[in-house]
């Protein structure tokens, strides 16, 4: 295909795309006569994974001994662990609740993690990261989810962040 052909249907599929997004804008937040407007609730799933990009980023942040970055890492934490038992205080058939057993499990592992980061002491940070790793898997367990483990990362999966600290 020559440039002019391929530079036509790329203008066709940008103003296609253009033309979906503007219909979409239009009617965005524009319910049915019928129907009262509903707030989007982010799904347990979707909480969880962020919760998993956290405790990664806490990670790494606390190896490279960025303090700042981990205390932000830990209240992050700290929001989507009370975003999961605001939105999923119950869950299913699951034999425990979130808004039971969340608190219970995660509370003193954060906040011994977040003394460690505030004290700079990597020695504790990391039997602190150890700790939240075994609740949140203890969490999983209880919580019929058992498949899903988590560990110490083994590798970065965001190369585009620096976590070595500023100096």
Request: hydrophobic residues 40%; negative net charge.
């Amino acid at each position: 295909m020559s440039t002019r052909p391929r530079l036509l249907a790329t203008l066709i599929c940008i103003s296609t795309l253009l033309f979906a997004a503007c219909e979409g804008a239009s009617n965005a937040g524009s319910a049915p006569a019928s129907a009262p407007a509903q707030a989007y609730v982010p799904g347990f799933g979707e909480i969880m994974s962020f919760q998993q990009m956290r405790h990664m980023k806490l990670w790494f942040a606390g190896e490279a001994q960025n303090w700042p970055l981990a205390a932000y890492e830990v209240d992050e934490l700290k929001e989507g662990f009370d975003d999961v038992v605001g939105y999923h205080p119950t869950l299913g058939k699951k034999p425990v609740a979130p808004r039971d057993l969340v608190p219970q499990l995660t509370t003193e592992p954060l906040d011994s993690l977040g003394a460690a980061v505030g004290r700079g002491d990597l020695h504790a940070f990391e039997a602190g990261f150890d700790a939240l790793t075994r609740a949140c898997n203890s969490c999983h367990q209880a919580m019929d989810f058992s498949f899903n483990q988590v560990q110490r990362p083994t590798s970065n999966p965001y190369a585009d962040q620096v976590f070595s600290a500023s100096r």
